[in-house]
Every structure is written in C-alpha cells, then in structure tokens.
C-alpha cells in the first residue's frame, strides 16, 4: 500500500517566501502569546496546595467551587479530571499562622486538607480525599532554571553533533527551525492555556528530540544527493531530498500519532498533557521539517563541494608540474 | 549466501531470549503483604511468627502465607501474604496492638516471581509513588543552620581556648553577619598575636586575621574557610541523609527511597504509606545522646532484680540496649550529645581492634575529665534519647503528645582519665563501630530541614494509574502494528515482530537496571514504540525505492539496509542527546521519562535494524525472489 506517490515532485521550495513567512509569524505570534497570556504553570511550577477529590455520584465543577468558597478557600482552581466524578482543585494557601506548624516555615498540609474536605462535604457527605500534594514556593523556580539548563544542553549538544557529522549550516539550519518549532509549540499550549507542569515539560523537551529526528533524515538525504549528483543545483537537490522523503516523513509522523493519541485517549489525566503536547509538537516538526529547513539551508548557501567526503591531499600529485 | 553473517543469528537469538527472561517477572503480579520487623533489634523468630498467625486468626482474617525473611542490612522480618488489599489493611490494624512497641507492621508488597526466575535475579520493575500509592516529601536543608551551628561552637571553643592559655581578652563574640566567623576583642597588639598563633595551631579549619584597633580595643577576626565550610555543608546534608535512614527504617516502611536531590534538598518516598502524619513525626524527632554513669549490665543481679519486680534504685533508671538487654545507668549526667563535636569509627592503634573516636567541645571535655578522674575503671553508658511528637488532628485543632524513648547504645569500662578526645574500644566488628558511630553522630540532624514539597497518592488513584498506563501501552503498540502491517505488508508484519520485542527488551532492560517505572516512564515508553518503527519505515522506503529502481529484491534489501543504517544512526544520536538532557533533570518524573526514553532508543535501533534484518534475511534467504512483498 502506498498513500503518497513516489514520483511526487512538488515544488517546496518554490513556496519558501511563503513558508518561511508564515513561520516567522507564527514564531512572532507565539512570543507575543508567551509574553501577554504566559504559559498557564502548574503547581510544579508555581508551588501550592493541590487536592484530588472523587465522589461517588456525578459533581459538576461549579458546585465543588461554589462549595470551596462556602467553606472560606478562595481563588481554588477547580477542574474535573477524568469523568465527572473526580475534580483536582489547586490553590495557593493564605499565608496564614492557622496552617504553619510552630517549628516549620512550610504550611501544614493536614490542616489544609481538613479544612477543604470539611467545606466539600458540608453539601456532598460522598466527598472523599484521593491524593494530597503540597509544593513550596522555591522548587519550581529550581525546576525552570533546570529545564532551561536542558533545553540550552540539548541544543548546544545536537548543534555541535550536526555540525561534525554534516557541515556548519546544517547546524544552523537544524537549530533555527529547533527555536521555531519549540516556540510554537509552547505558543499552543499557551494559547489553549492547558496547564504546563512537569510532564509537559519533559514533553516539550521530547519534540525537540523528534523534531531533529525528522530534519536529519531529510538533511541525509540532502548530503547523499549532493554527493551523487553530477551537476547539483543546490534548489533542485533540496527539493528532490524533501520530496523523496515525504512518504516517510508523514508516515513516521502519523505511526508516532497513532501511538501518541492511544495515550491520550487511554492514559489517563496524568498523562494527558504530555500526550497532546507531544501531538502538537509532532505536527509543528512535521510541517517545519517539509517547508522551513530546507529553506533556510538554501538561504544559507549550501553547496556540494561543502559535503565532499574531504580527501587527503596527495603530495606526490602536488609535486608534479 | 546471505548477507546476515551467522553470529548476528546467534547474537539476535540470546538477546531475545535473555529478554523475554528478564522481562518475564513483571507479568508476576506482587501480592498485597504486611511486613513485620523490630524496632529495636528485638527477636524475630518462629514464636513470635506463631504469635502474628494466632492474632491473625483470631481476627479471623485469611492470609495467604506467612514467612521470616533474613535480610542483613536492613535485620529480619516476618512477611504475611494476603489475597487483597483490604485483608491486608485489616491484618495491620489487628496486628499493631499484639506487637506493641517493639515491632512494627508496614505494608508491603510480597513477589510472586517464581524461585528459579529470582534465582538468575530476574525481578519486576519496581513501582514508583504514582502507581503504588504512598508519601512523597521534598527536604531542604537549612544550610544557614550549618554555619550557626559551627560558628557558635567556635566561639564557646575560643573562650575557653583562651582562658586555658590564660591569654586575657576583652570579650569573644560571633559576628553579627552570617558567615563571618567569630570576632575576639584584645587589649594589646601583643596578646593579639599569641592569640591569633594559639587559635590558628589548635583549630585549622579557622583562618585568622588581624582586624581593626581603636584604641586599646585589637580586634581578631576567625573565621570557617570557605572550603571548610563547603566540606561542611555536604557533610550536613550526609549526616541528615544517614539520621533520616535511620529513623524510617525503625518505621518498618518497605524499601524507603531516601536520596540527596542537588546541593540542599532530600527527597524521601515511602511506597504504601498513606498517613503522613506517622512519617512526618519520624522525620522531625529530635534525639540526643547522654553520658552517664553506668551501675550494672545484664549479669548483675541488681538488674535482674529491677527487670523482674520493677523496683529501679532512686537514683538509677532501666534502660534497654539495642538488643532489648537491660541496664541500670545513674540519673546524673555527665556530658550530652549536644556537647559532642565528631565521632569517627577506625581502629584502634594498640590492638587493630574497631574503635569510635569520639571528640566532645571544651564544656563536655571539662566534666569529662573530672568525672574520669575519680571513676577509671567503673563503667559509662551513653544513651540514645529520642523525642518524638506524635501529632494527631481532633476536632480541628492539632494535639501534640511528646514520646521520648531511651536506648542505651553503648556501655563499657572507663580505661582512664580522658577529657576532648577519647576511644571506645572492644566493639564486635567494624560494622558495629560504624554504626555507633552514626548513632552518636547522626542522634541529631546537622542542620534543621524543612519541608517543601509533600504528596500522598492514595492506593486506588495508583492501581488506576497502572490500569489507564497499560491499555495506553497495550492500545498504542496494537494500533500501531496494524497500521504497519497494512501499508508494509511482510516488511510491515517482520517489523511488527521486532516492535513487540523491543517492548520486551526495554522491560527487560529497565528490569534489570532498577529503573521505578513511573507514569511518566510509561508515556516514555508509549512514545519509544511509536518512534522505534521509524526506523522500519525508513528501511521499508529505501528498499521501495531500490526495487523502482530496478535492484533485484536481494539487492534492494541489501541496500535498503546500507542506505537506511547512517540515516537511522544520526537520526537517533541527536535523539539520544535529547533524551539524556532529560535524564539531567532532577530526579522527579522527567527523569523517570527521560531514562526509558535513552533505554528504548538504544534498544529499539538493536530491535529495528538487526532483529529485522534478521528476519527478512531468514525468511528471503536462499529463495529465487521475483517480488518483495513491501
């Protein structure tokens, strides 16, 4: 079975004023979303009190709220996570001498908890607490330092592999679309506001790994072409690599989905966020993957005799006249 | 001939099998148990297995089997299966109040591994927090706690210092800034600098400088040298390491994970717990050593007597050792743990024989020496006393119940005048040493903690986890076979086999390293599987291709796979340095996903390329191939 042609000639980079315009403005769109709306952290990020509450019969989020500010907790964030009989309600706790014990700085999360579970159960006795989590303040601001020490090491890493293995400009041209897809990606999450904890992190991380999966393979193909190819116009190689790679650049995309979506879908809440991320991710790195990259390697001037195997200089030849 | 050369045949067949076989364990389902171990090195025997059974059935609760399991680092236990979790919660319930105070019933799992897999050390995956359900805590060390601590030692071991040499000073003073060591006041340039010579020579872990003199005030400033006071701040966070390990594997917990994470924070995870009230009160016992006079051991009868009828002589308390032997120590006390400055097991010079070495600050030394002036050759105990306030919320309002307990770690014959620095000596094994050297040193912690981050994941919320984690498993790796089989056909159906066994590879792997399988490992290995077929696509185009372009089909498979190999090989190294950024990251759930994401990248290009090669090289090999069904 075959769903693309395999003689399919279609002219990217004919359309790369277009492509590569709709990608900066995408990639302008995203900083202007990451910097008014931010990213919607979670409770890894911003520390806090977080309460998982099952009922036994169907609750719907409004009542668990209004119950919330009955009982004197305000601004709790309340959201159903799978099904109707399960809500997670997060809420910084007041700074309150009620919650800290005496000898700790940190609010007592006992406490807390049994002040939330009495306010829900005043109008639902079915009410029960299922998992508790408490998060100070200073963790996350380790944990963002620490996901911008990776995301800095993953690039600086793959650049320099790049680099080695195929020549300056692939680097370049890997890393720059790398930034689009990344920015964009969280210019999604940011603009569905989905909530950005820890395992969308690690996820956010994955796409850069997937992502330059897909470009490599299309840059392999670009360097063997090159290197095959008597006469090499640089336009035309690149646009026979991306077309002789189409098939498997959307197949791979569409398995990794298939798998990706059964994980939404099956997963369960805690995974939820790392699985549509991942999707998105998947979709942004495609895309770029067809119609940026390789765009910018032509920009950048890429050439066959820059991906010549090097030979060594024989000096017996360089002695003859 | 093919081209599979007949050792990557053999090889393939021993990972597959190896695999299978480690990976095999973890289809055995753990049983709900309850572990029963001793707090205080009391007996664990047959008696009292016979004891937990008669309770157990006369509470009529069914258990499954009950066995006593040796374990040398961490003493014996008595393991009760049971068929279900609420038996299980029901048998500690009833079991807590036969034992007492000496025992301990945590819950636990028990392995079903049957005993020829253990045997080769096949074991299961072990289950992190969010899949078992149980209490997270995040620690962070109070490093300023470290400095107070030292810099206030200093002081008090300057004073005296300088009394001792009968250097006069006007007064001995931390400075106000944390940090900056000790400041002492003189009242001549002269008497500064013997001063400064005699804390240098006798402290040198103190650098000393000269500071400012107005007029008959010369002030010396000592402070901890940076280095000093780094070596200090890791050794804190061991010390807290070691005490904490202590105290909650006297809770009974099975298997607690208790690790540093980064320079000042202390991750503890106790799987099954789900009161954190019990393990908070542990984690924040304050404890204390006391020297004491000792008046009599096991082999006096003045004990005997006091064990049997309970009469203690006024001035005399009983206490217990660690092995439950009774002792009869003086009410009076000679130095506190508070006044004990380092103890270091070695051995000692004399005889090689394990010794601790005990160091005490100038106050202790003092009532030391006096006290083994007049006393060579009668014994000294040294008592472990721990505090604990147990916390129990009613009615809303916290009620607090202190408990202090008294355990006489260490009793033996004063050898002679002694005062800072002594040597306990005639202790059975250097184990031993160490661990009383732990003890004396780890009775309190080096620095104040604080709880920053605290999680309880209730036991339903795990068993649903692990439910949702391996349908999506179950379903991705299904969907994703059936798709490949339809658009690749056989190539799709050989890579469908090596896809499944790089499932079974990754478990296996992941076995046998330890890695807890968390849920984030588990969408990890969701997204390996959907990757590793990568590889297969693009081996299956490149032999589509070969054959358009007119390649026999053996010479199409032969370049497919040439052709593919340095493509899938850079593909997957830059996905290799992506996942090992990942594993970098702490050691919360990124880390999980980050190491099943570099395990099953590395297993699935074993998987992808050489399983499948060679497959297809079994299945084409020797035959006139006119097509390739790809």
């Known amino acids: 079975m075959e769903i693309f042609s395999h003689n399919s000639n279609v002219h990217f980079l004919g359309l790369r004023k277009v492509s590569i315009g709709i990608a900066i403005l995408l990639m302008i769109a995203s900083v202007a979303l990451l910097a008014t709306r931010g990213l919607n952290y979670g409770l890894d990020f911003t520390g806090g009190v977080s309460i998982e509450t099952t009922y036994d019969k169907p609750v719907s989020v409004e009542d668990v709220r209004s119950a919330l500010d009955k009982g004197g907790i305000e601004n709790a964030v309340v959201q159903s996570v799978g099904g109707t009989r399960q809500v997670s309600i997060r809420f910084q706790p007041k700074d309150d001498s009620h919650y800290t014990?005496?000898?700790?700085?940190?609010?007592?999360?006992?406490?807390?908890?049994?002040?939330?579970?009495?306010?829900?159960?005043a109008p639902r006795p079915d009410a029960k607490i299922a998992g508790k989590e408490f998060v100070g303040p200073q963790v996350g601001e380790q944990l963002r330092s620490d996901g911008v020490t990776a995301a800095i090491f993953v690039i600086i890493g793959i650049g320099v592999y790049l680099w080695i293995r195929f020549e300056r400009r692939f680097a370049v041209a890997a890393l720059a679309t790398e930034v689009h897809d990344v920015l964009v990606t969280l210019g999604v999450i940011s603009l569905v506001q989905r909530e950005f904890d820890l395992t969308v992190l690690a996820s956010v991380?994955?796409?850069?790994?997937?992502?330059?999966?897909?470009?490599?393979?299309?840059?392999?193909?670009?360097?063997?072409?090159?290197?095959?190819?008597?006469?090499?116009?640089?336009?035309?190689?690149?646009?026979?690599?991306?077309?002789?790679?189409?098939?498997?650049?959307?197949?791979?995309?569409?398995?990794?989905?298939?798998?990706?979506?059964?994980?939404?879908?099956?997963?369960?809440?805690?995974?939820?966020?790392?699985a549509i991320t991942m999707l998105i991710g998947i979709l942004v790195g495609t895309l770029s993957s067809i119609f940026v990259a390789s765009p910018i390697l032509l920009w950048l001037g890429v050439s066959k005799k820059d991906l010549m195997p090097v030979t060594k200089e024989n000096p017996e030849l360089a002695r003859r006249p | 001939m093919s081209d599979f050369p007949r050792w990557k045949y053999f090889l393939v067949a021993v990972v597959l099998v190896l695999g299978t076989l480690y990976g095999l364990p973890n289809l055995y389902l753990p049983k709900p148990a309850v572990q029963v171990s001793a707090t205080h090195n009391a007996v664990i025997d047959q008696a009292l297995e016979q004891k937990v059974t008669a309770a157990l059935q006369a509470a009529k609760i069914a258990y499954l089997d009950a066995n006593i399991k040796h374990d040398v680092s961490r003493g014996d236990s008595i393991l009760i299966g049971f068929a279900n979790g609420d038996q299980q919660k029901a048998a500690a319930d009833a079991l807590k109040p036969v034992l007492g105070d000496d025992y301990t019933a945590a819950y636990n799992l028990q392995s079903t591994v049957p005993g020829w897999l253990s045997a080769i050390g096949g074991r299961p995956m072990p289950l992190g927090l969010d899949l078992q359900g149980g209490v997270r805590f995040l620690m962070a060390v109070d490093q300023n706690d470290v400095v107070d601590k030292q810099e206030i030692r200093y002081t008090q071991d300057i004073t005296s210092l300088l009394k001792?040499?009968?250097?006069?000073?006007?007064?001995?003073?931390?400075?106000?800034?944390?940090?900056?060591?000790?400041?002492?006041?003189?009242?001549?340039?002269?008497?500064?600098?013997?001063?400064?010579?005699?804390?240098?020579?006798?402290?040198?872990?103190?650098?000393?400088?000269?500071?400012?003199?107005?007029?008959?005030?010369?002030?010396?400033?000592?402070?901890?040298?940076?280095?000093?006071?780094?070596?200090?701040?890791?050794?804190?966070?061991?010390?807290?390491?070691?005490?904490?390990?202590?105290?909650?594997?006297?809770?009974?917990?099975?298997?607690?994970?208790?690790?540093?994470?980064?320079?000042?924070?202390?991750?503890?995870?106790?799987?099954?717990?789900?009161?954190?009230?019990?393990?908070?009160?542990?984690?924040?016992?304050?404890?204390?050593?006391?020297?004491?006079?000792?008046?009599?051991?096991?082999?006096?009868?003045?004990?005997?007597?006091?064990?049997?009828?309970?009469?203690?002589?006024?001035?005399?308390?009983?206490?217990?050792?660690?092995?439950?032997?009774?002792?009869?120590?003086?009410?009076?006390?000679?130095?506190?743990?508070?006044?004990?400055?380092?103890?270091?097991?070695?051995?000692?010079?004399?005889?090689?024989?394990?010794?601790?070495?005990?160091?005490?600050?100038?106050?202790?030394?003092?009532?030391?020496?006096?006290?083994?002036?007049?006393?060579?050759?009668?014994?000294?105990?040294?008592?472990?006393?721990?505090?604990?306030?147990?916390?129990?919320?009613?009615?809303?309002?916290?009620?607090?119940?202190?408990?202090?307990?008294?355990?006489?770690?260490?009793?033996?014959?004063?050898?002679?005048?002694?005062?800072?620095?002594?040597?306990?000596?005639?202790?059975?094994?250097?184990?031993?040493?160490?661990?009383?050297?732990?003890?004396?040193?780890?009775?309190?912690?080096?620095?104040?903690?604080?709880?920053?981050?605290?999680?309880?994941?209730?036991?339903?919320?795990?068993?649903?986890?692990?439910?949702?984690?391996?349908?999506?498993?179950?379903?991705?790796?299904?969907?994703?076979?059936?798709?490949?089989?339809?658009?690749?056909?056989l190539f799709g159906l050989v890579a469908d086999v090596a896809?499944?066994?790089?499932?079974?590879?990754?478990?296996?792997?992941?076995?046998?390293?330890?890695?807890?399988?968390?849920?984030?490992?588990?969408?990890?290995?969701?997204?390996?599987?959907?990757?590793?077929?990568?590889?297969?696509?693009?081996?299956?185009?490149?032999?589509?291709?070969?054959?358009?372009?007119?390649?026999?089909?053996?010479?199409?498979?032969?370049?497919?796979?040439?052709?593919?190999?340095?493509?899938?090989?850079?593909?997957?190294?830059?996905?290799?340095?992506?996942?090992l950024a990942l594993t970098t990251m702490g050691s919360g759930p990124i880390k999980g996903f980050g190491v099943t994401l570099l395990i099953g990248i590395l297993t699935s290009m074993f998987t992808s390329v050489t399983v499948t090669h060679a497959i297809t090289a079994l299945i084409h090999h020797g035959r006139k191939l006119k097509t390739l069904s790809v």
Not at chain 1, 240 to 248: A, D, F, P
Not at chain 2, 522 to 530: N, P, Q, R, S
């Open chain 2, 499 to 579: 896809l499944f066994f790089n499932l079974v590879i990754l478990v296996a792997v992941m076995s046998m390293i330890g890695v807890t399988l968390t849920m984030p490992g588990i969408a990890g290995i969701v997204l390996t599987l959907g990757m590793a077929i990568d590889a297969n696509v693009l081996i299956c185009e490149r032999v589509r291709e070969e054959l358009r372009n007119g390649s026999t089909p053996l010479a199409a498979i032969r370049a497919g796979y040439e052709k593919a190999w340095a493509t899938i090989l850079d593909a997957n190294v830059t996905h290799l340095i992506a996942a």
């Open chain 2, 164 to 489: 001792d040499k009968k250097i006069p000073f006007i007064s001995v003073a931390r400075d106000p800034v944390r940090g900056q060591g000790v400041n002492v006041v003189l009242d001549s340039a002269a008497d500064r600098s013997t001063a400064s010579d005699a804390i240098a020579t006798e402290y040198t872990d103190l650098s000393v400088t000269d500071g400012a003199n107005t007029g008959n005030r010369y002030i010396l400033n000592a402070s901890i040298k940076p280095n000093q006071l780094r070596l200090l701040a890791t050794s804190a966070i061991r010390q807290n390491l070691a005490t904490l390990s202590n105290r909650i594997n006297a809770l009974g917990v099975s298997e607690p994970v208790i690790q540093a994470q980064g320079e000042d924070h202390i991750s503890v995870e106790l799987a099954g717990v789900q009161d954190p009230a019990e393990a908070k009160k542990v984690i924040g016992a304050t404890a204390t050593l006391e020297y004491v006079a000792g008046l009599g051991d096991a082999r006096d009868p003045a004990v005997q007597d006091a064990v049997k009828t309970g009469n203690v002589p006024p001035d005399a308390h009983l206490y217990y050792g660690r092995r439950g032997e009774p002792y009869l120590v003086s009410k009076s006390i000679i130095a506190t743990g508070d006044e004990l400055v380092d103890a270091s097991s070695g051995n000692d010079q004399q005889t090689g024989s394990p010794s601790v070495n005990v160091t005490l600050n100038s106050a202790g030394a003092a009532k030391m020496l006096e006290f083994t002036r007049d006393n060579v050759g009668k014994p000294m105990a040294v008592v472990y006393v721990e505090r604990v306030v147990d916390t129990k919320i009613v009615d809303g309002k916290e009620v607090r119940t202190p408990k202090t307990t008294y355990t006489v770690i260490n009793y033996a014959t004063i050898n002679g005048v002694f005062s800072n620095k002594f040597q306990t000596t005639g202790l059975g094994s250097s184990k031993e040493a160490s661990e009383l050297a732990l003890l004396l040193k780890g009775g309190s912690l080096a620095a104040s903690m604080d709880i920053v981050q605290e999680g309880v994941i209730g036991p339903s919320l795990g068993q649903d986890n692990i439910d949702k984690g391996l349908k999506a498993v179950l379903l991705g790796l299904g969907l994703v076979l059936v798709a490949a089989a339809i658009y690749y056909k």
């Open chain 1, 101 to 121: 014990v005496p000898e700790g700085k940190s609010p007592n999360l006992d406490l807390i908890v049994n002040d939330v579970a009495k306010a829900l159960q």
């Open chain 1, 205 to 274: 991380l994955a796409v850069i790994g997937y992502s330059i999966n897909d470009k490599v393979v299309v840059f392999d193909r670009i360097r063997e072409l090159f290197r095959s190819s008597r006469k090499a116009d640089p336009e035309e190689v690149l646009n026979r690599s991306i077309n002789s790679t189409l098939s498997r650049t959307i197949i791979t995309s569409l398995f990794t989905s298939i798998a990706m979506a059964a994980l939404y879908f099956f997963g369960g809440p805690t995974v939820h966020g790392f």
